[in-house]
C-alpha cells in the first residue's frame, strides 16, 4: 500500500511571496491533516477534512492560509503572502476514518520543508 | 504548561546502551502514540497503546493511565535509532475533536 505523498520535498521563498503545498493520502483514507512543525516543536494541527468537508481548522491563520479538499482525495495548502515566521515543516497525514470512529493510527507524509527568506 | 511533557528533551547514548524516554499528560485519553521523526522530516507511528505494554523488536511501550504516565524503552540501541522521538495523544472518544495533542519531542543521539 502506497504511502501518503507529498510535494514539494522543500521550498525556499521570499517573504510576501505565495507558496502551495500537495499531499495525497492513502487510498481509501477519510480523514486528512494538515500540521505545521516548527523547529524544536511537536506538530501543529492546521486543519483537518473529513472526506471533502472541514472537521477543525481553529488554528488555521485564514488570512493568509487556505486549503482544499475538493474531490474528498488529494489536498492543497496555500500560503499567501508568506512571512517569515512560516518557516516550517508542513506535515500531511491522514487516517481511514476519522472522528466517527475509534481511536486510529496517523500515516505521515515525509513533510515539506518551507524556508521563508 | 503543555498538556504533553516529555522528557528528557535531549539524549545521548552509546551504542548498546538501554534507553528510556518519558512522557506524561494532564488531560484524558482514549489513546496515547510514540511516534519516530528521523531528520529527513517524516513521522512515523512506532505505538498506539490505551493500556498495559506494547512490544515490537527493540522498542517496548509502557502507559500506567491511573498515573498518566507512559515509557518508551529502547533495548540494545544502535545508531540507527536517532530520532526525535515524539508523543502524543488522543482526546477522549466521542469529544468534540479528535485531534491528537503532541509533546515537543525527545531528541535522541546514539553514538557509534
Known amino acids: 500500500e502506497a504511502g501518503v505523498a507529498q510535494s514539494p520535498r522543500y521550498k525556499i521563498i521570499e517573504k510576501r511571496q505565495s507558496v502551495a503545498f500537495w499531499c495525497n493520502p492513502i487510498?481509501?483514507?477519510?480523514?486528512l491533516y494538515w500540521y505545521q512543525q516548527i523547529l524544536g516543536q511537536g506538530p501543529k494541527l492546521l486543519i483537518q477534512?473529513?472526506?471533502?468537508?472541514?472537521?477543525?481548522d481553529s488554528q488555521l491563520p485564514k488570512d493568509r492560509f487556505s486549503a482544499e479538499r475538493l474531490k474528498g482525495v488529494d489536498s492543497t495548502l496555500k500560503i499567501q503572502p508568506a512571512k517569515l515566521e512560516d518557516s516550517a515543516v508542513y506535515l500531511c497525514?491522514?487516517?481511514?476514518?476519522?472522528?466517527?470512529?475509534?481511536?486510529?493510527?496517523?500515516?505521515f507524509g515525509p513533510g515539506t520543508r518551507l524556508l521563508v527568506l | 504548561k503543555n498538556e504533553v511533557e516529555q522528557s528528557p528533551q535531549n539524549l545521548t547514548a552509546q551504542e548498546g546502551e538501554f534507553i528510556t524516554i518519558n512522557c506524561s499528560y494532564s488531560?484524558?485519553?482514549?489513546?496515547l502514540h510514540w511516534l519516530q521523526q528521523h531528520p529527513g522530516g517524516g513521522i512515523v507511528s512506532l505505538f498506539m497503546?490505551?493500556?498495559g505494554k506494547k512490544k515490537h523488536g527493540r522498542l517496548i511501550a509502557t502507559i500506567n493511565i491511573q498515573e498518566k504516565h507512559s515509557s518508551l524503552h529502547i533495548t540494545a540501541s544502535h545508531p540507527r535509532d536517532s530520532a526525535v522521538y515524539i508523543c502524543?495523544?488522543?482526546?477522549?472518544?466521542?469529544?468534540?475533536?479528535?485531534?491528537?495533542?503532541f509533546g515537543t519531542g525527545t531528541l535522541l543521539a546514539v553514538q557509534p
Open positions: 497503546l490505551s493500556s
Open positions: 487510498s481509501g483514507h477519510a480523514t
Open positions: 502524543a495523544v488522543s482526546p477522549p472518544y466521542g469529544g468534540a475533536t479528535n485531534k491528537l495533542i
Open positions: 488531560v484524558g485519553i482514549s489513546a
Open positions: 497525514a491522514s487516517t481511514k476514518w476519522g472522528r466517527t470512529s475509534a481511536t486510529e493510527t496517523q500515516y
Open positions: 477534512f473529513q472526506n471533502n468537508g472541514v472537521v477543525d
